[in-house]
């Protein structure tokens, strides 16, 4: 990922440029590369509120470049239309007006091919700018061209798990990538990994980027715990809907038992039975579940219920990353372009927990809230983590869908507990 002056004080003003313009060229070029197997009709697509398509992610990424570089340092800059700031604009309410988020799909213009014309009219005028600014202009900005950079990389997550969701609304079942399905080896037993009581550094603070919310570098006391040596599988998560799970009230929150109802929900999202067997959607079209694979597409209340059913619980977020911070940042991530998680294929140790990065977001039982003492940044950017940090919780370690660059130990992602679409899954935890 690139650096900054900041991370490397040693770095000089050109190695600083052309860091900057290759991480740029490489993250945009990536986001288009995801679409290669899209036909226009799959870009224009919004299945649900929380889901926006395709064309909608691509255009919205310029426009925060657009916006927070190019406008506030070009006094000359001329966006291509001046309503593509009310289109393109997400939650930014100081920035100004926006189209409504469930409407979205609604919009017939502009084009798909207008899209990538403002993309490639953005990208020119980045590489322009920082191709002749000067010095002092280049490091005021880097902090800012780096937290675009990083929240392409968010969006291309969601353009993959976005598209999942648009195609699984057709009974066709269409495939985004053929991909064979992994065989499973001999799945290791499930087993328990002891950590002692600690009072423990959580939160970012070393060189480098990081969102507003890893920080501040602040104290916790943590009880001893225990953290699954793995992740729980689609065969474990079986057992739990076959012993009546979805129908047992004791096992679920009250909102979440609401949810179920509701929603009539009797399995994890995309789950479908066919002949007495079930089968899942994946974006590799429709097929039956592997039980060696990481159970996904499951809300915080599932993942809450399973834990519950299991007599465990799941991690506080300061225990699943004082775990972390032992493990090297690896796993299956979408530069596998495997577009799923896969079963464990590396024996468990008694003393490191096996995918802990990649395959799927692991919910935890914290909700998400500041650490002590954080304050959001000035301005706009502000409101990028702080004004959301109500009603959700939090999620650890990235999934089959997260850039491997874009994730570190302190990385918190959020969600409102009965999100399903993104890549989420289970570890349980236990008290010592």
């Given at each position: ?45 919004q ?92 490091q ?73 919310n ?9 009880d ?18 076959k ?34 067997n ?29 834990a ?17 911070r ?96 993104q ?6 935890a236990?008290e010592?």
């Amino acid at each position: 990922m690139v650096k900054t002056i900041q991370d490397d004080p040693g770095l000089s003003p050109y190695a600083l440029r052309q860091s900057l313009l290759d991480t740029y060229s490489r993250v945009r070029h990536f986001s288009e590369q995801l679409c290669t197997p899209l036909v226009t009709e799959d870009y224009v697509i919004q299945s649900m509120p929380d889901v926006s398509p395709t064309r909608w992610h691509l255009a919205h990424t310029s426009w925060f470049f657009e916006t927070f570089l190019l406008e506030p340092n070009l006094p000359d800059y001329v966006s291509p239309h001046p309503q593509y700031a009310f289109l393109f604009n997400s939650y930014y309410n100081s920035i100004g007006e926006r189209h409504c988020r469930p409407k979205r799909g609604l919009i017939s213009r502009p084009t798909v091919q207008e899209i990538y014309g403002y993309r490639q009219y953005v990208d020119t005028s980045i590489s322009s700018f920082l191709t002749t600014c000067d010095e002092e202009t280049l490091q005021k900005v880097a902090p800012v061209l780096t937290l675009g950079i990083h929240h392409e990389q968010q969006h291309q997550e969601l353009m993959v798990t976005d598209i999942k969701h648009v195609l699984s609304c057709n009974p066709l079942h269409p495939v985004y990538q053929e991909q064979a399905m992994q065989p499973a080896k001999q799945l290791p037993a499930l087993g328990w990994i002891s950590y002692p009581e600690k009072l423990a550094w959580i939160g970012y603070n070393q060189d480098g980027f990081s969102y507003d919310n890893e920080g501040p570098y602040h104290r916790e006391f943590v009880d001893a715990y225990q953290l699954g040596s793995r992740l729980i599988t689609n065969g474990e998560y079986l057992q739990f809907i076959k012993d009546g799970g979805y129908q047992n009230p004791l096992l679920w929150l009250s909102s979440g038992w609401s949810t179920v109802q509701t929603e009539q929900w009797q399995a994890p999202l995309y789950w479908e039975m066919h002949d007495g067997n079930w089968m899942t959607m994946t974006l590799s079209g429709l097929r039956p579940i592997e039980p060696a694979e990481p159970v996904c597409h499951v809300s915080y209340y599932e993942a809450d219920a399973y834990a519950r059913w299991a007599d465990a619980r799941l991690a506080t977020e300061a225990e699943w990353e004082l775990a972390a911070r032992q493990l090297p940042v690896e796993g299956n991530f979408v530069e596998n372009k495997k577009f799923h998680p896969v079963p464990l294929t590396a024996s468990t140790t008694p003393e490191k927990p096996a995918q802990m990065y990649g395959d799927v977001w692991e919910w935890t039982q914290s909700a998400y809230l500041p650490y002590r003492g954080y304050k959001p940044a000035a301005g706009a950017l502000g409101e990028y983590n702080g004004k959301f940090m109500c009603n959700q919780f939090v999620l650890r370690g990235g999934s089959c869908a997260t850039s491997v660059t874009h994730i570190r130990p302190t990385y918190r992602n959020f969600f409102p507990p009965d999100a399903r679409w993104q890549f989420t899954g289970i570890r349980l935890a236990r008290e010592v």
